[in-house]
């Protein structure tokens, strides 16, 4: 259920958790059930921005080997 998330959707869910547990006053079941869900989105999170992070590198090494690829224009010459 979860990892069908969006990065926005499980942050701001995780934010939810996390003022839920602050505010108190829930039962040792409830807080427990809370900080389990917290932690599993907090990993979604670092999962989703992992896998992010590694499409922007991608990208960005194919985008270079393209322009060192390309021959110099005439106002780089």
Avoid at 11 to 30: M, N
């Amino acid at each position: 259920m979860q990892q069908d998330l969006s990065f926005e959707q499980a942050f701001a869910r995780l934010g939810e958790t996390v003022q839920a547990l602050e505010k108190g006053g829930l039962s040792l079941e409830e807080a427990t059930r809370l900080f389990e869900e917290g932690m599993r989105l907090a990993q979604l999170c670092n999962q989703l921005l992992s896998q992010a992070e590694l499409k922007i590198t991608r990208l960005s090494e194919a985008y270079a080997s393209y322009l060192q690829e390309q021959p110099p224009t005439e106002e780089e010459k």
